[in-house]
């Protein structure tokens, strides 16, 4: 093989049986070719080669591409150039390609968060390998940081979720709510694809990789708020919500007020007693209010104050005008809270009946404040009527009725068809009125067209004159 690798340039000394390129000593030794390339090079790259650093031999460590020797011990001369690239080309087709195993890594590992009595927390762990490799998650107690325990779903009262996911990676999200001071701890995410990494008698250390997070979970402040407030008329008497923080071991930095989660502006300073003032109260000033307090070195808390009214629904379509085969939309969007639940009815013979999909052209979709009936090729013998969307909560309930009518495929030539229709009557109207002329109306060629002229003025004339002269 070695012989294929190189050439002898004009001159050099060739050895029988290993060629210009022998390795090891005794009969077969020859002089090393520094201006050998291997035959599989293009020509355009033949040029010498400056000469190499002296290779190392067996007796000198096991080297990437140290080559046995079965002529004898290696030559203190160095191996050409040529052979050590081509070593180096053919080691790289040796590396695993893309379909190979692959040990598991982490491409997202959970994070360390502090927390309040009351709340949640998610922690995330994102492995990826080949094959895909198994999740766990592992729990630790404070100070016990060798104890540790694994944590199934639907653990310490149901508060415990574990959402796992295998493709391409693995995924695994865990979640605890209604969060105890005894929560806090270290939380391991563990993940390994080896064959043996569930067998005992292997070190788990060895078998799985390992990524932690610590949690601590600190007694949630107190606050005391006022009660809950129902708008019952619109507009409503003013109503003023109070928040007041009664026990805290932090330092408080502000407090503000949010309403939905967005934060009301004008509302930021630090006070522990809190108020916000609503003048005569609608339905759109209906929601969760919460006063939030932020502290220097620890986690904000809040307390939640409820506004509620009966929905109103603000924004619906009177009528909707579509032709035969097209698609409908009808929706309908409220104010008020809590958010409603949306119902949608259509009027047959003065009765309210439940729209039935059993065509499945009827598609509703529903929202916290918003409503959508959709219905796709429209039919002109069963869908024209009234439409009525409901929102209904625990306060009150609002309907509005939306009218939809269909027209028939000839719809729009009806304009056409009206002018055309109204010429066509006014020619019959003009070949009628023609036909039925009076005959004496109708001149007759015979008789003369105008009364005939006489002499009879100019006989007057002539007899007046005669008795003047006579006079």
């Known amino acids: ?138 729990y630790a107690e404070v100070n016990r940081a060798e104890s540790f325990r694994q944590l199934w779903d639907g653990a310490r009262k149901r508060r415990v979720t574990v959402n796992t996911a295998y493709g391409a990676n693995g995924v695994s999200v865990l979640r605890i709510t209604r969060l105890t001071l005894e929560d806090s701890g270290t939380y391991e995410c563990r993940a390994s694809n080896d064959p043996k990494r569930n067998d005992l008698r292997q070190n788990p250390s060895i078998t799985w990789i390992r990524a932690q997070a610590t949690i601590s979970v600190l007694q949630k402040p107190r606050i005391v708020t006022s009660e809950e407030v129902i708008i019952r008329e619109s507009p409503a008497p003013s109503v003023t919500l109070q928040c007041n923080l009664t026990s805290n071991s932090h330092t408080l930095t502000y407090s503000y007020w949010t309403k939905n989660g967005v934060e009301l502006t004008a509302t930021r300073k630090n006070a522990s007693n809190m108020e916000y003032r609503i003048n005569k109260p609608r339905a759109e000033d209906s929601g969760e209010y919460h006063c939030v307090y932020q502290f220097l070195s620890a986690p904000k808390a809040n307390a939640t104050i409820e506004v509620k009214a009966a929905p109103d629904i603000t924004g619906h379509k009177r009528s909707e005008n579509k032709n035969e085969g097209q698609d409908a939309m009808m929706y309908c969007k409220s104010v008020g809270y809590p958010h409603p639940e949306w119902t949608w009815h259509k009027k047959e013979n003065g009765m309210l009946v439940d729209i039935v999909n059993t065509s499945g052209r009827f598609i509703i979709i529903n929202r916290e404040n918003y409503t959508e009936l959709s219905i796709t090729n429209l039919q002109i013998t069963e869908d024209p009527g009234e439409y009525e969307c409901n929102a209904t909560n625990s306060i009150g309930s609002v309907s509005v009725v939306t009218i939809l009518r269909v027209r028939s495929h000839l719809a729009p030539l009806w304009p056409f068809l009206g002018i055309l229709a109204e010429i066509i009557i006014l020619v019959v109207i003009i070949v009628v009125y023609e036909k039925r002329k009076r005959p004496d109306e109708v001149p007759d060629d015979d008789e003369p067209a105008g009364p005939m002229k006489t002499n009879s003025t100019n006989n007057h004339k002539d007899k007046n004159l005669r008795q003047r002269n006579t006079n």
Request: aromatic share 6%; glycine share 14%; with cysteine.
């Open 1 to 138: 093989m070695l012989s294929l690798l190189s050439r002898p340039r004009p001159g050099a000394k060739v050895s029988r049986g290993l060629g210009a390129a022998a390795v090891g000593g005794g009969r077969g030794r020859t002089e090393p070719c520094h201006g050998c390339l291997p035959r599989s090079l293009p020509r355009s790259l033949a040029r010498p080669l400056p000469p190499s650093p002296p290779f190392p031999g067996p007796g000198s460590g096991p080297g990437p591409f140290a080559v046995p020797s079965s002529a004898g011990r290696m030559s203190g001369s160095s191996l050409p150039s040529a052979l050590a690239l081509s070593l180096l080309l053919v080691s790289g087709s040796l590396l695993p390609g893309p379909g190979a195993a692959q040990n598991a890594g982490f491409v997202k590992s959970p994070m360390s968060e502090t927390k309040l009595t009351g709340d949640a927390f998610e922690l995330y762990c994102d492995v990826v390998g080949s094959p895909t490799p198994e999740i766990q998650w592992w």
